[in-house]
């Protein structure tokens, strides 16, 4: 994809998850899909973090579902760094 500053991160600890801000859920044995969930898990979290280390975007959910799609955070991306848009929720 051309992204070679791009950082992932998946699997953190649950004490990691709990610092980010993530869900935790208990897991309830297999999932309707045949997946055996682990006793505890984190919930999804995206983040976008600006090179300075700051925090300028969050997505956190309850739930595995509505995750953002990705061709959606490209074009978010583009806009706000074409735009230079800055981030909100800082009041």
Known sequence: ???ANLNI???????KAREWGLY?????????????E??????????LVKP????????????????PHFGEIAAAIDFAVSKNYPAR???
């Open 9 to 15: 991160g998946y699997g953190v600890s649950i004490q």
């Open 38 to 47: 682990p006793p505890l898990f984190a919930e999804p979290g995206l983040f």
């Open 24 to 36: 935790i859920s208990s897991g309830r044995g297999t999932t309707s899909a045949g997946v055996e």
């Open 52 to 67: 300075d280390g700051t925090l300028y975007w969050a997505s956190i959910s309850t739930m595995p579902f509505a995750r």
């Open 89 to 91: 929720g800082e009041a």
């Open 1 to 3: 994809m051309g992204l």
